[in-house]
């Protein structure tokens, strides 16, 4: 039976809990245990009551019916993924990037088209941080080109990474000449929002990709980013799709992770070149 608190946060019944972390783990990889309940209700508490519903028992019904299937799923999706991201997150990747791939990456291929995909995105920190590294790169060696692909399963995030539009405290760690080259300040100096400069924006292209896919459309890639999403997935669910992120890349491309997630135990055809850095060896196509 659901009931209303004091601060009228709706609690969820177990049979609803049941049916939507099946759902959500099945369809999404996203581990939701017991413990994420709370989560969930503080999450979905105004989505039931703007509804107009006094249940989450009618918000699924609503969602896994044949016309909420189309509309509120990607909704409820938006409201359960957790999107915590920032421009320079996890440096040493941009570092060893910018000082160790690149060169060595221009001196065999020259001008070929160095593709980098972004996995899960979020609202865009993390492409538009690869672009600016790449071109921060083009400035010395103007023959180098690229193309930059950045998916997620939120369509929320994917539109406001299109949109590119950030507060001034997000882009604090930002060197000033980057923030110079890469952002627009508003005319309305009261204003705290800065835009990424649409030369950046419109070089990103977005798909929105469930990594519990099958394939993905994303084949030969030099690069992949693939960084704080594992770990919302159990091992066994880790460990496909980073076979099928491996299989997504060329001989000698790369995979980055987020700093608490590993290959440690799998098999998987990568080798590490630092903690959180793989390479999928020559000779493996
Ligand atoms: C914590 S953010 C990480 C963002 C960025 N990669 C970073 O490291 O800053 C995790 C992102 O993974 C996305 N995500 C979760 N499950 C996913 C799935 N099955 N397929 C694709 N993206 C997923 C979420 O929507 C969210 O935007």
Redesign the pocket.
């Known amino acids: 039976m659901e009931t209303s608190d004091p601060i009228s946060i709706l609690r969820m019944d177990d049979e609803s809990f049941e049916r939507l972390s099946q759902y959500v783990t099945t ?4 581990k939701l245990p017991p413990a994420k309940r709370s989560m969930l209700e503080s999450r979905l508490n105004k989505k039931v009551k703007s509804l107009g519903l006094s249940t989450y028992r009618e918000l699924l019904d609503l969602v896994f019916s044949k016309e909420g299937k189309h509309s509120e799923l990607l909704n409820v ?2 409201l359960i ?6 421009f320079l ?2 440096p040493l990747h941009f570092k060893f990037l910018s000082d160790s791939f690149l060169p060595e990456y221009f001196r065999t291929y020259g001008s070929r088209t160095l593709k980098v995909w ?6 865009g ?2 492409p538009y941080t690869i672009m600016m590294v790449l071109e921060e790169f083009k400035k010395t060696n103007p023959f180098f080109n690229y193309s930059v692909m950045a ?4 369509l929320r ?1 994917i539109q406001s990474a299109h949109h590119g539009i950030y507060t001034l405290d997000k882009i604090s760690a930002i060197p000033p000449e980057w923030k110079r080259d890469y952002f627009l300040r508003s005319k309305d100096r009261s204003s705290n929002l800065v835009r990424i400069k649409p030369a950046l924006r419109n070089k990103i292209t977005y798909q929105r ?5 099958q394939s993905y459309n994303a084949v030969s890639q030099d690069i992949i ?5 594992l ?3 159990d091992k066994v669910v880790q460990e496909k ?1 980073i076979r099928k992120l491996t299989a997504s890349l060329r001989p000698g491309g790369i995979l980055f992770l ?1 700093h608490s997630e590993s290959i440690m135990n799998m098999n998987v055809p990568l080798k590490q070149i630092n903690p959180t850095i793989y390479q999928v060896p020559y000779g493996i196509a």
Do not use: H, P, W
């Open positions: 369809v999404y990889g996203i999706i938006d993924t957790t999107n915590k991201t920032d997150r996890e972004s996995a899960a995105c979020s609202t920190e993390e998916s997620d399963i939120s995030v990709i469930n990594l519990m896919d980013f693939c960084r704080n999403v770990i919302y997935f799709v987020g």
